[in-house]
Every structure is written in structure tokens, then in C-alpha cells.
């Protein structure tokens, strides 16, 4: 069983931080791509931001230059430094993590609880 727990939301003002962090755990043989994903009330889930292995980084347009995403291999954890957040920021923010367990040894994608990111005006 893998588990992709998150941690790190909250209510912010705008133009303030937070700091996103999603630990896989379980049965991990190796790790790919790992992200982050953010679903507002009345909106599909959209991508955030990404990072393979190898460190290569993918943004949406709305966040480029706000956000930075990081992650530590040894770990398997993906961070999410958000900077100069704004109210339209406000959603509920869910790691995703393609990976392989032990045993398996096939990528497929696991998805986090969600945490709530509140960013009032």
C-alpha cells in the first residue's frame, strides 16, 4: 500500500506564505514524476506544478514565478513553496506521485488526501 500524505495548508493573507509538503510512504521502489494538483469550489482540478526525477519543472502559467517546487528523492517528499499568494489561490491542493511499489514494479498514479489552502483578501 502506498500513502502520499500532505501537510502545510491553512488560512494566509494575500501576498503571504505557505509551504506544501507530501510524503509518500509504503512498499517504494523507485519514484517519477510527482506533483501538485489544486481543485477550487465549481472547478475542475487543475495541474499546479510538477517535477520529474531528474529535477526538470513544469508550472502553470498562473503561478509561474510565485510558486517553486522542490523535491528530495532519498525522501520521496515533494514540496510546494507558494509566495505572493492571491485569493484566487484559494483550493484544496492534492499531491499526485507516479510511482512503482515493490513487487509491482509498474508506474501508476496515487493521488494525496487534499489540504485546504484559504488566502483572504
Known amino acids: 500500500q502506498v500513502q502520499l500524505v500532505e501537510s502545510g495548508g491553512g488560512l494566509v493573507q494575500a501576498g503571504g506564505s505557505l509551504r506544501l509538503s507530501c510524503a509518500a510512504s509504503?512498499?517504494?521502489?523507485?519514484?517519477?514524476?510527482m506533483g501538485w494538483y489544486r481543485q477550487a469550489p465549481g472547478k475542475q482540478r487543475e495541474l499546479v506544478a510538477s517535477?520529474?526525477?531528474?529535477?526538470?519543472?513544469n508550472y502553470a502559467d498562473s503561478v509561474k514565478g510565485r510558486f517553486t517546487i522542490s523535491r528530495d528523492n532519498a525522501k520521496t517528499t515533494v514540496y510546494l513553496q507558494m509566495n505572493s499568494l492571491k485569493p484566487e489561490d484559494t483550493a484544496v491542493y492534492y499531491c499526485?506521485?507516479?510511482?512503482?511499489?515493490?513487487?509491482?514494479?509498474?508506474?501508476?498514479?496515487?493521488w494525496g488526501q487534499g489540504t485546504q489552502v484559504t488566502v483572504s483578501s
Open positions: 509504503g512498499s517504494i521502489f523507485s519514484t517519477n514524476v
Open positions: 499526485n506521485a507516479n510511482l512503482a511499489t515493490v513487487g509491482s514494479y509498474t508506474w501508476n498514479t496515487y
Open positions: 517535477i520529474t526525477r531528474g529535477g526538470d519543472t
